[in-house]
């Protein structure tokens, strides 16, 4: 009965074709989007252009000729309507803690009478550590970093905070601000606000632009799909173009590079953000993975992955063998990203033992089972075999099994 | 008769083999390998396999599986013996410009009581814009970039400065410095060294941890052939191992990036200096770029862009057609990498005509023809070739064509 659920869903699922662009391997059921997105069909076209007909044959000229020397702008222009942006703020380059970094060190330029980065408990640590880097740098007079809880938040943002820096969907539960909201309390306050879209990005709706958000960073391997440590994106609000100049200087973040001049003078608006020589093959696979963003909506990726969520929890909720895996993620789909994290003390056991079954998902430390729902490439007959790989697991025979036995001794 | 004397130099040519395994363009002359080294054949085979193989089928499971997590670290391994470093204390991460940012921050807590950078005038950009970067986020009362004349360098060298930071070759006009020479004197001047190895490595032996070297930096996508962007490397002498921490932390510098505790805990040695998420298709490029370099003995990549380059001067000589193309690199071909540069007021069109008769060299603003010998890759007979076709235009019949002549005025 429920597998017709899972085949009327399919039939009238809007995205049911996108799947055909990614190449997914035989068997195998893919939760884990959220990690690293699959392989788009024509990044492998697109490198066998950029090493042989680019690369190969055009040599160093590919810079102007195939516009290696535009990829960064490029690719910003790709990620802009994604996040709500309009053109000229949105730039690709270096990753997330990197550009972390820049935009944390700008801010305090922006608030000179301010020297707190407020940020939360279980934050992705690479963006506490890009604060904490900067705080060692500067010194504690200069910049603290202050970590509360999320419950706290709305207290913590007062007249000292230069900068409220936040993930939009937590890594970890999938819990997700409401960014709109938390901007204008910022601002109210006079704080400035960076958002990571690592995990929201593809997948949620963001208006950016009309949030009046100031700067944003993302991620350019997870919902992207731009490949295994694709570069990472920055948004850059247009109000603050040319307003401060960041820390990292490069020369592709001077205003004129091939004048070779001793002296920096940063490029106009978002282009100083740039630093060293852009890795190009890694930035062409991630410009090709975007264009399967092209004609889609994203309201119709949020709409899709939240009936995904619902129908695998809906599944699980029929299965007693299942009652023992733990919701940690918010009940309420409103409230989360494209993800639903569980708690076990098993969770890495079962995680291993899932994808010996064909079933991708993720583990996070201590206890976590995560499961990612990529609105572009799953199908609902995929959970329906996923959860049912699951309570076999579950169900005690595997946990029996020798082999899996010594595993759970092992880890 | 010349030409005899190309083909013996050839047949003699330890390394003549070696160009078999680049893909070069038919009809190309390449002397442009000190900006983007050719395509190595294999890189073709690797990339194929990282994307279908690897990011295709094993997914997210790559990272342990097919071993990317540790590929900073092993390039960085086959980096070492390149640049005379023994084993544990090379990586290969971001871009030069990022990798001198933290190593500048790193000697200035070495060295607590000295403030100073020192450099030469035309190192090359980056370098001197990660140090302004530097200088302008901590104050100059903290952070001050020096920068003198070449001969000015042996007295600049004093008490107060912390760190000596220069390009071993210039990119400018190729003159090599004596590293052992001028580590040893900051060392008794009580400085730290970092060089920049970007033209250098792979061609001119190097004996890093027998110089007492500091730190280095170098590029992966010149001489290494690493593809466009390829990542940059370090080198972190032993005896600074665990002296310091970096700035840029992130989370692959963590000492257990997959425990995702909420404080930065530096990994032990180099790894410290890894960032974000390695950009792992431009990594893998360079990892089997490398193998190249596996069985060649760098004194004789040295040997033979020495005769390349004298060769070319001593072909030059014989035109008078080329009287007007004046040398600026060093005469003594002991004093300078595998590059010679000529100055001359219509080098840029110039080098736009020689790249139409299919020979790829560099202009360098304002008036630099750069010409680069990559012992892996060029035959003598294309020098030959290459200064005949240089004559031609030189000669005047090319100057005076129409296009010619409108494109010396658009430039």
Known sequence: MSLDKATKLDSNDGLFAKRELFS?????????????????????HRLDSVLNEQWGKDLIGSWNKHEWIDLPRKVGEKIAP?????????????????????????????????????????????????AQGLQQLLGSSNCQLEVVNSRELVSAVDDEVAVLMLSHVNFRDGAAH?????????????????????????????????WNVDFAVGCGYKYLNGGPGA?????????????????????????????????????????????????????????EALDVFADVDIQLLQEKHMLLSEYFLGMMEEYPELKDLELISPKNVNKRGAQLSFSHPEAYAICRAWAEA???????????????????????KELEMGVKALVEIMDGELFAEPRFQQRLKVT
Chains 1, 2 share one sequence.
């Open 24 to 44: 997914l391997p035989e068997g195998i059921i893919y939760l884990n989007g959220n990690s690293l997105g699959p392989l788009p069909i024509n990044v492998r």
């Open 358 to 380: 064909g079933v991708i998902a993720d583990f996070r430390s201590p206890n976590l089972l995560r499961v990612g729902f990529s609105p572009l490439v799953l199908r609902f």
């Open 82 to 130: 994604i996040i709500g942006a309009t053109s000229g703020q949105v730039l690709c380059c270096d990753s997330v803690s990197l550009n972390l970094f820049k935009l944390l060190a700008s801010c305090l330029q922006l608030r000179p009478n301010r020297k707190r980065i407020l940020s939360q408990e279980d934050n992705f640590p690479t963006d506490l550590y890009a």
């Open 178 to 210: 409401d960014i709109e909201y938390l901007t204008r309390l910022a601002h109210e306050r006079g704080a400035l606000v960076i958002w990571d879209l690592a995990h929201s990005a593809g997948i949620l709706p963001l208006s950016l632009d009309e």
């Open 231 to 287: 570069p990472s994106f920055l948004y850059i609000n247009n109000r603050h173009h040319d307003q401060f100049v960041q820390p990292l200087q490069a020369w592709m973040g001077h205003k004129a590079p091939f004048n070779f001049d001793q002296e920096f003078v940063p490029a106009e608006g978002a282009g100083q953000f740039m630093t060293g020589t852009p890795p190009i093959l890694s930035l062409a696979a991630l410009d």
